[in-house]
Every structure is written in C-alpha cells, then in structure tokens.
Nanobody, 124 residues
C-alpha cells in the first residue's frame, strides 16, 4: 500500500513558478514509476510528467515540455514537479500517482495509487 500527499499548490501570476511535492508512504516507493497529472473543470485528467523508478528517465507532453521538470528523491520518498513559465491554461488540480511497475505510462488507468490533489491557479 502506498499513500500519497501533494503540497505546494497555490495562486501565481502568469510567468511565475511553483514547485509541487508528493510525499509517499511505504517502503516500495523506490521500486515504482511515478506520474503527475492535472484536471481542469469539465476536462479529462491529463498526463503532464512521468519518471521511472530510478529517476533516470522522464517524459513530458508537448504542452509542458521545457517548462515542467519532474524529479524524485527516493531516499526521502518524495517526488517533485517544478513548474516554470506558468500560463493561465495550466490552472487545474494537480495529482501525483504511483504505478505498480518500474516504468511510467501516460494513461491514468495504469496508475494504482493517487494523491488527493493540490490546486494550482495561474492568473493572467
């Protein structure tokens, strides 16, 4: 069992930065891939970043590539999402998720454990 708690969301002006954290419980954190997703009102949950179990492979969709960076500190059971050059269209609830395998996926249904989400609002 893995429990996830996100933090670091908030209100920021366009062009600003935020760093989200995802604290995980459980001894198996370092064995699993992680992903960050977001969901805006009335929209489907969207993949924004993935990282494999060791942290040496990451993936981003074009919508955030070059602006967002995912990382993990397995010794601290924590993952991060650094978000720079934020845009109003980045406004959403952001979720971290853990797969039950070593390699990430872009599909929400492939993730087994989810955090409660943290709100990110970018004003224009």
């Amino acid at each position: 069992q893995v429990q996830l708690v996100e933090s670091g969301g908030g209100l920021v002006q366009a062009g600003g930065s935020l760093r989200l954290s995802c604290a995980a419980s459980g001894r198996t954190f370092s064995s699993y891939a992680m992903g960050w997703f977001r969901q805006a009102p009335g929209k489907e949950r969207e993949f924004v970043a993935g990282i494999n179990y060791s942290g040496d492979t990451t993936y981003y969709p074009d919508s955030v590539k070059g602006r967002f960076t995912i990382s993990r500190a397995n010794a601290k059971n924590t993952a991060y999402l650094q978000m720079n050059s934020l845009k109003p269209e980045d406004t959403a609830v952001y979720y971290c998720a853990v797969r039950g395998v070593r390699y990430y996926s872009t599909l929400p249904d492939d993730y087994r454990y989810w955090g409660q989400g943290t709100q990110v609002t970018v004003s224009s």
